[in-house]
């Protein structure tokens, strides 16, 4: 959810907490880097302000035939150079802006100026140029253009500084932005606000940092009315709420903040509103506490009593909300609402209510500063899809203790130079245990040896070195001989265990100064994955026959199953899938190479094998494993194809299982291929043609192996493959317990005799059988002390005689003890015959 | 296919000459159009009909779409012969494409004995493809001299899982339930549950296996011999593809505990990896990080190389490469190790980065698109 979102930092915010010079902004940024987050982007905000002038409007008239259009005389105190100006200076400006007027301050964009609000995207640069006649030097600028705000009704007027002076520098915007990655930040609330990161970049450059005043020891001196407004506030969960606190404020005149406040909210990307909300989103920039104000009238009026009530409670029964952006939800039943007696104002910790929005004309405020439960805050958000700066801080589990510096200090600014008085007590309802506010701190204090700290780091700091850059963050220190008790300040909400405590020593020391040394280990050598490496000798093996290992998606389409004629209620089924094209986990794996073979056909490919070695994963195995968890099945898959217009002969059944065969020789293992009869209701076997594949078993073990064969027509058909397809699919856990290696065979001194033999024979008698046959037979009858080869020569059919094949094979015959002659083999053959015309329907040719 | 020929022939009158030959069709044509440019549109389609693999894709052809686009744009007296002869050459297309349609007939029984088919030319006889065309995915060839530099180092390789649980993905690792951390991994869950009635998940980190390696290793790490494990492993991100960015990549884990391991044991132990890696020193950098399984956490990243960068910007200039830190004492724990006797570290990173930074490839999407174009170069 808030995966690339940041933290703005401004530095010149940041600096008005810090009572010495900061380093240069590169220097700066390493350091933030290196000790407090991963640093996304700087910005440099100075630049998109550098020629803005502030300027006043001393003459203002209507312009000629123009309903709507000023002529200005502007002065600028004659800073802008290369701009035409009348005998008194002063420079002449056309403005449509209805609030234009003689003897207001503006912020003027001079001739050559970007504006500000299309800096950095489409750059527009203003230029003197005339409107219906009459020259304009460049423009006077509304918040809009200005990038501050979103409005564009007028101009904006300016409240401080003189005709000449730098914008950009009366309102601080000459700044630097540092957007810092708040993933770091997820269990460091504090550095959510400004002052967070302030303090984090004294202490990272070993200076002492000092809360302000208003922070550490909040002003309860704010002047009350006279008039109190009756304001109640109840807390039925107090779990999910451990802090709650309230207070009404009157004499409030809505009306747009000063342009100090709007452009500081600005700089860190926030949107000014009016002088309510943004003193709540200022204090909520400052300290990472979200704050919210209610329209007190409009709460008071929800239940028609004297006394406005706030209540933090579950929602009832069919309770609707419509939220301030215009969303009407129904509440979760374990969200937190906070309510009137009878009405939902807001859904706690999220947004607020429409229906107590502060509008222009409220004149009475409920300002809310409460903590709530980080995981019931993310809950509702997710179930909701509601995600706002508010959440985004809650969900870090905000201090419950800074919340009356907090809402004092938003108190003072909002009565500060006004009419507005607090018009109620400071309300609290906490369900915090006193002892923890009394300590101050969320955690008690904590004893931890200056040893644990160095073992762990690799450091060899002394105790006070320890205790100096903790106190530098604010944290209380005793430093003892060999040990410290440190007790972490009260905005600290991740300080639990000794090892917070190391990770706050080594960061702010900084690991730039870890030292690097290896640990010592035994000469023993590491445990070795023999499961792993027979893989990777598959691999090789496989390459080294010319085919290319691919890697393919572990999910599928539901298509692709049904396409090759697999059961999807087997298959492990997403429920956030991407795309549908990525639901199923699949099955096998075959029928993600057949998925790629048409890409590749027809990116030019004629003739290429594909493989991959990968886990399955089925519904009938779901808690088959050792923990009770999905089993999964290492499968090794393999597929040839040729593109037709190569017109191969013959079958690509037996490419696939030449390609196995050599792979099984180079383990020393010798394969059983069967026709399969009844195919079964296994997932792997699906996509192959039951009259074209075979099981495939391991001869000497007669271990199950897998299945190698051509694809149905239906397979080939939806997966546009070529006729020439054929492919294997094997159980590499099964291959791995039986594989061995080729092993040696001793030479013999002695050349071998060659010999041919054709045989005749009946169609259905197949080849396997046949040669098995010859195996045998001359296996008993083989000179002693022989070796026996035979290889096929020729598999041919007459085509006037279906009903019989010829097979030729090549007999090789070496003796370990003498050379054997061509008579010796040609009886031997002749003997051969002869048995296996007693066994078959043979006849030598 | 007769009567297809004889729908075509009623259409446009004797211009068809259909020949089956071999179980193909071919065609020649002596159909003409009145206009030229259909005429000499019609001649080079039919002529490309013939070689196009798919022959559907004739009607993707520019030059017929050029022929739509020509007839919107004539005068209307001359639209409706135009348009007519263009439909005529759409249809006659049409024909043609079905008549080239193979049926995708069963074929008969084969001996699944025999070593070939019966009459099966000699160079049609199985054989292996040339090895130049051969190739070991690049992915796999990496996390192999990974696997093989770490287990020079003493490191053991055991490979993760592909579907895991709850447990293993957040709860063993100290990621309280609700807990907003959870949310960084964009993990996919299953509809299936575990035996706790909880979604299974398709793991979104390789640390899944730090608490199985953590509770496998506890016996021998009391008899004195340090944890010492690397998990190469496939993990899933909910994430849009781009060319930056995989729902589906590699990842090594790697896990140490011993007595009086530190976290400068573990910036060293993962420069000298990256350094025997790219076989050059490499300037790195450490960032403080948070995980909820590691105290302190950190990010370690590398310098990229001059010829690797975008622009001189800070954020090119490093790549943030592993996710690390010391082992929390809660997963320790969570294994029966006791935290105040052994300390540890632990990282992770992501396969794909050092590969694409290796041989410098433009597009992590290449990886799992199985195209030959690519996978041939690393023949």
Known sequence: MERGSVVKVSVNWIKEYLDFELPPTDELVACIGAQIGAVEAVIDLGAQYKDVLIARVVSCEKLADSDHLNVCWIDDGGKAS??????????????????????????????????????????????????????????????????????????????????????????????????????????????????????????????????????????????????????????????????????????????????????????????????????????????????????????????????????????????????????????????????????????????????????????????????????????????????????????????????????????????????????????DSTSLPSETLQRGSLHPPMSIETAFINARLGFLLSGSEMATVLANAEFTVESHDDWLQVSAPFWRTDIELREDIVEEVGRLHGFDKLPLQLPLRSVAPATTNYLFNFKTAIRNQLSRGGANEVLTYSFVHGKLLDNVGQNKDLAFKLNNALSPELQYYRLSLVPSLLNKVHANVKSGYDEFALFELGKVHSLDYIDSDADGLPQEFEKLAFVYAANDKLKKSGAAYHMAKYYLESLASHFGLALRFEPITTMPDSSFVKPFDPERCAAVSDVASGEPLGIVGEFSAAVRKNLKLPVFSAGFELDIEALFGIAGSKGYRTLSKFPATEQDICFRIPNILSYGELQQAVFSDLSVIKPPNSLLQISPLDIYQRQDDTDHKQITFRLRLTSYERTLTDKEVSNLVEQLAASLAQKFDVAQV | MFMLSVYVISLYGNCFLCIKLKGLLYYSSDMSYQNTLIDQTAELLKNRLQELSVKQDIFKAVELRALYDQLRILPPEEKASFGQEVNALRQELTALVQATQVDAASLPPIDVTAPFASNTAVADRPHLLPTELGSVHPLMTEIATIV???????????????????????????????????????????????????????????????????????????????????????????????????????????????????????????????????????????????????????????????????????????????????????????????????????????????????????????FESAKLDFLRQFS
């Open chain 1, 82 to 427: 290369n701009v035409e100006r009348n005998d008194q200076g002063l420079v002449q400006v056309v403005c449509g802006a209805p609030n234009v007027r003689a003897g207001i301050l503006v912020a003027w964009l001079p001739p050559g100026t970007t504006v500000p609000s299309s800096f950095g995207k489409d750059p527009f640069v203003l230029e003197a140029r005339s409107l219906r006649g009459t020259l304009s030097n460049g423009m006077l600028a509304s918040p809009k253009e200005l990038a501050i705000g979103d409005g564009h009704e007028g101009i904006m007027e300016i409240d401080a500084g003189e005709p000449g002076a730098d914008f950009a520098k009366t309102y601080k915007l000459d700044d630097v932005i540092i957007d810092v990655e708040n993933k770091m930040f997820t269990h460091r609330p504090d550095c959510f606000g400004e002052l967070g990161v302030a303090r984090e970049v004294a202490a990272v450059l070993g200076q002492q940092f000092t809360s302000p005043d208003w922070y550490k020891n909040p002003s309860k001196e704010l002047p009350l009315s006279a008039d109190r407004l009756p304001l109640v506030i109840k807390n039925e969960l107090p779990e999910l709420v451990p802090r709650f606190m309230a207070v009404a404020i009157s004499g409030l005149k809505v009306q747009p903040s000063p342009i100090w406040l709007q452009t500081l909210l600005s700089r860190v990307g926030i949107r000014p509103i009016n002088n309510i909300v943004d003193v709540t989103n200022y204090m909520m920039m400052l300290t990472g506490q979200p704050l919210h104000a209610y329209d007190y009238d409009k709460v008071r009026a929800l239940d028609g009593t004297d006394t406005a009530t706030l209540i933090a409670r579950n929602p009832r029964d069919s309770e609707r909300l419509t939220l301030l952006n215009g969303k009407t939800i129904d509440p979760r039943k374990e969200a937190i609402m906070i309510a009137t007696e009878t009405t939902p104002v807001g859904l706690g910790g999220v947004m607020g209510g429409a229906e107590t929005e502060v509008t222009d004309a409220t004149v009475a405020i409920i300002l809310e500063c409460a903590t709530f439960d980080m995981y019931s805050i993310r809950r509702t958000s997710m179930a909701h899809g509601l995600f706002s700066d508010a959440v985004t801080r809650f969900n870090k589990g905000q201090s419950p203790l800074q919340n009356e510096a907090v809402l004092l200090k938003a108190a003072q600014e909002l009565l500060a130079g006004g009419t507005a008085q607090l018009a109620s007590d400071v309300l």
């Open chain 2, 148 to 366: 093989d530099i770490f287990g020079r180092m003493g490191f053991a390789a055991v490979e993760s899982r592909q579907i895991d649980d709850d447990h293993h993905m957040f709860n063993t690792l100290n990621f309280p339930e609700g807990h907003p951390a959870r949310d960084d991994f964009d993990t996919f869950t299953t509809e299936q549950t575990d035996k706790n009635g909880k979604s299974l998940i398709a793991p979104a980190h390789t640390s899944i296996m730090q608490h199985r390696i953590l509770k496998a290793g506890k016996a021998q790490l009391e008899a004195g011999t340090p944890i010492a494990s690397v998990m190469p492993g496939r993990v899933f991100r909910n994430e849009d593809l781009d060319a930056t960015h995989e729902h589906t990549f590699y990842q090594l884990e790697g896990v140490y505990v011993s007595t009086g391991v530190n976290a400068g044991m573990l910036m060293a132990t993962l420069q000298t990896f990256l350094n025997s890696y790219f076989g050059q020193e490499l300037k790195t950098k450490t960032q403080p990080f948070y995980f909820p399984f590691t105290e302190p956490s950190f990010e370690f990243a590398i310098e990229r190389p001059a010829v690797l960068r975008k622009d001189d910007s800070e954020e090119q200039q490093w790549l943030e490469l592993v996710g690390c830190g010391m082992i929390h004492p809660n997963v320790l724990r969570h294994a029966g190790i006791d935290p105040e006797v052994y300390t540890g570290f632990a990282w992770g990173f992501g396969i794909e980065r050092l590969v694409l930074m290796k041989y410098g490839i433009e597009d992590i999407r290449h």
